[in-house]
């Protein structure tokens, strides 16, 4: 047994070194010209928008090769700097024949592109793809060193219809183990962090793109999220995400450690560096008609909103607190900002209360974890270490039914949350999950009739309790600090994130004497443990956003609320000014 374990060990080991000295051997084998700085013409592409690149690239006036040149040096930047790029495909994007065909002057004869009508909406545009998605020939890990040199044999759906719309997609990007985690770290890949300072955390899972994007060295990213897999690092990075609902966006092609799991689905979902650029690259998208490469989308066009020119007056509701991490002063006061910016144009923004937050979040993470993490355990090599806050939730599941009652006995006054958790955390039987189904559903409709009878329009809320934290803060930080967006999660809403501000030393610092308080004494353990990371002055300068939220299938409401927010807060004289570190 011992030598058994000792040779999984070399095994993983091996797996992990091979990974990385393939990363570096594609670093190495790039022409010389990607290390070398922006030209002033490759600084004016830099700082085209999606809609002006492919008409640039369309009318002749910049080549794919000249765009790849620019964004290939940025992620090459980018990676040095953050280590967000799991495997760089800069000579291979150009390849593709839908803009290898058009560079030469020859039209792609590609079946979909011309079954959709599109002219290659896409063309020239620089796109990332998360690990966990699939691209032909590359490694699909989530994270895992069992995964390595195990190249996909076909692409996922977003790729085949990206590549068809003459998209560059020219790196992958970095996940932690499992993906089940709040920063972005594996055996596999390493830690990679946030550009806008290298101690701190990008987030996760989807953080390597994040960082990417964060950085300029991709358009969008596509990423997938469960829990706030793209909303999180968002967050952390100062970067815009739109989560939405199942059947929205293509996402056939996409692993997770999950897989099979119907009660949460994983979503596909983009990020981008600015607002129009990610409307921009939702509407194309979906007029590429992505239920025609993917069975499991929705066959729902497009369909335009601009409230901004209607003039009316929309209705917000704000939820404040989750009810099991308050959120740190930086979070409140971006809320705060938007608010005040909101009602000085004529909003209504009411406090909205909805159903039993927390009874939805413990529900949630039943049907997340039904299978005891058997299915996560099943990837895991034995040496591998997996992310604290997954570990933490797989020990406890992995406890016997009676230690954890006694541990609930134990833990009952001082921490209900903790109590809650060690009680309903082990794996479901089959008629068990379907009663956790029936639960949510029943949720569900607590929520319409909720939201219905508040007449609201769209719902605020942050997107962390905290701002991007130390690498390794994310075990003291823990799952539940997730909750504000896992609950959309499970409600399938869509929801998107958009930078506000940044954290101020002065302004966001917690009072004199604080964790020595009585609001802080009486805190449950998942508050207590995320606030002890929390520090204003050391966090200084890093990004702090909001969370928009709509209802099933609305994402284009969620875009224009996200569009609304941007031009209040501009009239009030509040912009994004968050500057990386590269």
Same mark, same amino acid.
């Given at each position: 047994?011992?030598?058994?374990?000792?040779?999984?060990?070399?095994?993983?080991?091996?797996?992990?070194?091979?990974?990385?000295?393939?990363?570096?051997?594609?670093?190495?084998?790039?022409?010389?010209?990607?290390?070398?700085?922006?030209?002033?013409?490759?600084?004016?592409?830099?700082?085209?928008?999606?809609?002006?690149?492919?008409?640039?690239?369309?009318?002749?006036?910049?080549?794919?090769?000249?765009?790849?040149?620019?964004?290939?040096?940025?992620?090459?930047?980018?990676?040095?700097?953050?280590?967000?790029?799991?495997?760089?495909?800069?000579?291979?994007?150009?390849?593709?024949?839908?803009?290898?065909?058009?560079?030469?002057?020859?039209?792609?004869?590609?079946?979909?592109?011309?079954?959709?009508?599109?002219?290659?909406?896409?063309?020239?545009?620089?796109?990332?793809?998360?690990?966990?998605?699939?691209?032909?020939?590359?490694?699909?890990?989530?994270?895992?060193?069992?995964?390595?040199?195990?190249?996909?044999?076909?692409?996922?759906?977003?790729?085949?219809?990206?590549?068809?719309?003459?998209?560059?997609?020219?790196?992958?990007?970095?996940?932690?183990?499992?993906?089940?985690?709040?920063?972005?770290?594996?055996?596999?890949?390493?830690?990679?962090?946030?550009?806008?300072?290298?101690?701190?955390?990008?987030?996760?899972?989807?953080?390597?793109?994040?960082?990417?994007?964060?950085?300029?060295?991709?358009?969008?990213?596509?990423?997938?999220?469960?829990?706030?897999?793209?909303?999180?690092?968002?967050?952390?990075?100062?970067?815009?995400?739109?989560?939405?609902?199942?059947?929205?966006?293509?996402?056939?092609?996409?692993?997770?450690?999950?897989?099979?799991?119907?009660?949460?689905?994983?979503?596909?979902?983009?990020?981008?560096?600015?607002?129009?650029?990610?409307?921009?690259?939702?509407?194309?998208?979906?007029?590429?008609?992505?239920?025609?490469?993917?069975?499991?989308?929705?066959?729902?066009?497009?369909?335009?909103?601009?409230?901004?020119?209607?003039?009316?007056?929309?209705?917000?509701?704000?939820?404040?607190?989750?009810?099991?991490?308050?959120?740190?002063?930086?979070?409140?006061?971006?809320?705060?900002?938007?608010?005040?910016?909101?009602?000085?144009?004529?909003?209504?923004?009411?406090?909205?209360?909805?159903?039993?937050?927390?009874?939805?979040?413990?529900?949630?993470?039943?049907?997340?974890?039904?299978?005891?993490?058997?299915?996560?355990?099943?990837?895991?090599?034995?040496?591998?270490?997996?992310?604290?806050?997954?570990?933490?939730?797989?020990?406890?599941?992995?406890?016997?039914?009676?230690?954890?009652?006694?541990?609930?006995?134990?833990?009952?006054?001082?921490?209900?949350?903790?109590?809650?958790?060690?009680?309903?955390?082990?794996?479901?039987?089959?008629?068990?999950?379907?009663?956790?189904?029936?639960?949510?559903?029943?949720?569900?409709?607590?929520?319409?009739? +909720?939201?219905? !009878?508040?007449? *609201?329009?769209?719902?605020? =809320? &942050?997107?962390?309790?905290? @701002? %991007?934290?130390?690498?390794?803060?994310?075990?003291?930080?823990?799952?539940?600090?997730?909750?504000?967006?896992?609950?959309?999660?499970?409600?399938?809403?869509?929801?998107?994130?958009?930078?506000?501000?940044?954290?101020?030393?002065?302004?966001?610092?917690?009072?004199?004497?604080?964790?020595?308080?009585?609001?802080?004494?009486?805190?449950?353990?998942?508050?207590?443990?995320?606030?002890?990371?929390?520090?204003?002055?050391?966090?200084?300068?890093?990004?702090?956003?909001?969370?928009?939220?709509?209802?099933?299938?609305?994402?284009?409401?969620?875009?224009?609320?996200? +569009?609304?927010? !941007?031009?209040? *807060?501009?009239?009030?004289? =509040? &912009?994004?000014?968050?500057? @990386? %570190?590269?």
């Amino acid at each position: 047994m011992i030598f058994t374990l000792k040779s999984w060990s070399n095994v993983h080991q091996r797996a992990c070194a091979w990974k990385e000295k393939s990363r570096q051997q594609q670093i190495e084998s790039l022409p010389v010209v990607y290390s070398e700085p922006l030209s002033s013409s490759e600084e004016k592409i830099h700082a085209l928008s999606i809609s002006e690149l492919v008409y640039q690239c369309r009318s002749g006036l910049i080549s794919p090769s000249e765009i790849m040149s620019t964004y290939g040096k940025k992620a090459l930047s980018a990676q040095k700097a953050t280590n967000c790029v799991s495997d760089i495909m800069f000579l291979e994007a150009l390849a593709i024949p839908s803009v290898a065909n058009w560079s030469r002057g020859v039209d792609s004869d590609s079946t979909n592109t011309a079954d959709t009508g599109q002219d290659r909406p896409l063309l020239g545009v620089p796109i990332s793809i998360k690990d966990t998605v699939d691209i032909q020939g590359h490694d699909t890990t989530i994270g895992f060193s069992r995964n390595v040199g195990k190249p996909a044999k076909s692409s996922a759906a977003i790729v085949n219809l990206l590549q068809d719309a003459g998209a560059l997609i020219h790196a992958k990007t970095t996940v932690p183990t499992a993906l089940l985690a709040i920063e972005t770290n594996s055996d596999v890949f390493g830690h990679t962090s946030n550009p806008y300072n290298h101690a701190y955390t990008c987030g996760g899972s989807t953080g390597g793109g994040a960082a990417l994007v964060a950085s300029g060295g991709s358009k969008i990213e596509i990423g997938t999220d469960i829990g706030g897999s793209v909303r999180i690092p968002a967050h952390f990075c100062g970067i815009w995400s739109l989560k939405g609902s199942a059947g929205r966006f293509p996402r056939w092609g996409s692993a997770a450690p999950t897989d099979g799991l119907e009660g949460i689905e994983i979503i596909a979902s983009p990020m981008a560096g600015n607002l129009n650029d990610l409307a921009e690259f939702w509407e194309r998208v979906i007029r590429c008609k992505p239920w025609v490469y993917d069975h499991t989308c929705i066959p729902l066009p497009w369909r335009a909103l601009n409230l901004r020119e209607d003039g009316r007056r929309l209705k917000w509701g704000i939820i404040w607190e989750d009810g099991t991490i308050p959120p740190a002063p930086a979070c409140r006061r971006a809320l705060s900002l938007v608010i005040s910016a909101l009602r000085k144009q004529g909003h209504e923004v009411v406090n909205f209360e909805p159903p039993d937050i927390v009874g939805c979040l413990l529900l949630g993470y039943q049907l997340l974890f039904s299978d005891g993490g058997q299915q996560i355990l099943n990837l895991l090599s034995p040496s591998e270490r997996l992310g604290t806050p997954a570990k933490s939730v797989i020990d406890l599941l992995r406890l016997p039914r009676f230690f954890k009652r006694l541990l609930s006995f134990s833990t009952r006054k001082t921490d209900p949350l903790a109590t809650a958790f060690a009680q309903i955390l082990h794996k479901k039987t089959v008629v068990e999950e379907r009663e956790l189904v029936v639960a949510r559903d029943r949720y569900r409709a607590k929520w319409h009739e +909720k939201w219905t !009878e508040e007449g *609201l329009d769209l719902v605020l =809320t &942050v997107p962390h309790a905290l @701002p %991007a934290f130390e690498h390794g803060a994310s075990a003291k930080a823990t799952l539940v600090s997730a909750g504000y967006n896992f609950i959309f999660s499970v409600l399938d809403y869509t929801a998107g994130v958009l930078p506000v501000t940044v954290v101020d030393r002065v302004a966001d610092a917690l009072p004199q004497g604080f964790f020595s308080s009585r609001q802080y004494t009486s805190m449950n353990g998942a508050s207590q443990g995320a606030y002890s990371v929390y520090d204003a002055k050391k966090m200084h300068g890093l990004p702090v956003g909001v969370q928009i939220v709509g209802k099933r299938l609305e994402e284009e409401k969620v875009l224009e609320g996200m +569009k609304i927010i !941007e031009a209040a *807060l501009r009239e009030q004289g =509040t &912009v994004f000014s968050g500057k @990386p %570190a590269l």
